[in-house]
């Protein structure tokens, strides 16, 4: 494996049950993500987009082929290694915020870094120079009710970057924004793509978006391949 690439799906396939028929969605995927990439993958609704994003981010398991990271077969974890290495590498950000609606927005970005044992005032810390970062400074005491979508989808973009991991998986992060906004989130990402280095691994259907990334992809009958640009 070179030695730029820190992610690597080889050959996987998923096959889901249903009324006691296999349902195949992923059909042999290869994908090598390397350090800082900008890389989107486009597709129409429900060819596996999500699906991939889940295997490759260790959400769920392939049925067969393999998920390495720099070298090591992920799923040879166990499970408590595997969610304590999750917890530090991978970044998710998803269309829905799935922000606690009980917990400030500060709060709410320094989850992942207290469930990684940092101490109280040190979370806060990092929580509070991510939100400075994403502009919001002045909304940190604010519960998710109290804030916008587009600043709620700010706050889970920050919970997602607090442990400042390897690679951000983003599943249709602008789905539910207006177009303003959605372009303003997507400069954020690529502004912290580039000041921080984290790989960026983007699924949407705004094929303008898209198409500003360096590496586009798209997933045809389960596998992932070359895109031109041209709407599917």
Same mark, same amino acid.
């Not at 519960?143 to 979508?149: K, N, Q, T, V, Y």
């Not at 983003?170 to 989130?185: F, K, Y």
């Not at 691994?201 to 798209?218: D, G, K, Q």
């Given at each position: 494996?070179?030695?730029?690439?820190?992610?690597?799906?080889?050959?996987?396939?998923?096959?889901?049950?249903?009324?006691?028929?296999?349902?195949?969605?992923?059909?042999?995927?290869?994908?090598?993500?390397?350090?800082?990439?900008?890389?989107?993958?486009?597709?129409?609704?429900?060819?596996?987009?999500?699906?991939?994003?889940?295997?490759?981010?260790?959400?769920?398991?392939?049925?067969?082929?393999?998920?390495?990271?720099?070298?090591?077969?992920?799923?040879?974890?166990?499970?408590?290694?595997?969610?304590?290495?999750?917890?530090?590498?991978?970044?998710?950000?998803?269309?829905?915020?799935?922000?606690?609606?009980?917990?400030?927005?500060?709060?709410?970005?320094?989850?992942?870094?207290?469930?990684?044992?940092?101490?109280? +005032?040190? &979370?806060?810390? @990092?929580?509070? =120079? $991510?939100?400075?970062?994403? #502009? !919001?400074?002045?909304?940190?005491?604010?519960? %998710?009710?109290?804030?916008?979508?587009?600043?709620?989808?700010?706050?889970?973009?920050?919970?997602?970057?607090?442990?400042?991991?390897?690679?951000?998986?983003?599943?249709?992060?602008?789905?539910?924004?207006?177009?303003?906004?959605?372009?303003?989130?997507?400069?954020?990402?690529?502004?912290?793509?580039?000041?921080?280095?984290?790989?960026?691994?983007?699924?949407?259907?705004?094929? +303008?978006? &898209?198409?500003? @990334?360096?590496? =586009? $992809?798209?997933?045809?009958? #389960? !596998?992932?391949?070359?895109?031109?640009?041209? %709407?599917?």
């Amino acid at each position: 494996m070179s030695d730029d690439v820190v992610l690597r799906l080889e050959g996987v396939h998923k096959t889901y049950s249903h009324l006691g028929k296999d349902i195949q969605v992923l059909k042999g995927v290869d994908l090598d993500i390397r350090r800082g990439d900008q890389l989107s993958i486009v597709g129409k609704s429900g060819v596996g987009k999500s699906t991939m994003l889940h295997v490759a981010g260790t959400l769920d398991p392939p049925t067969r082929g393999r998920v390495l990271w720099e070298g090591r077969d992920l799923f040879q974890m166990p499970e408590p290694e595997l969610a304590r290495w999750r917890n530090r590498r991978i970044g998710f950000v998803f269309q829905f915020h799935h922000l606690l609606p009980e917990f400030t927005a500060r709060e709410n970005v320094m989850l992942p870094a207290l469930i990684a044992g940092i101490d109280w +005032s040190e &979370a806060a810390a @990092m929580a509070d =120079r $991510l939100l400075d970062r994403l #502009g !919001l400074s002045d909304r940190a005491k604010h519960r %998710p009710g109290e804030l916008s979508g587009g600043e709620q989808q700010r706050v889970s973009l920050g919970r997602a970057l607090v442990m400042e991991p390897e690679i951000l998986f983003a599943d249709e992060p602008t789905g539910n924004l207006d177009e303003r906004t959605s372009e303003e989130i997507h400069d954020l990402l690529e502004t912290l793509n580039r000041d921080i280095g984290t790989a960026l691994v983007l699924v949407t259907h705004n094929f +303008s978006l &898209a198409r500003r @990334m360096e590496t =586009r $992809l798209i997933m045809t009958e #389960g !596998l992932l391949k070359p895109w031109d640009g041209t %709407p599917p």
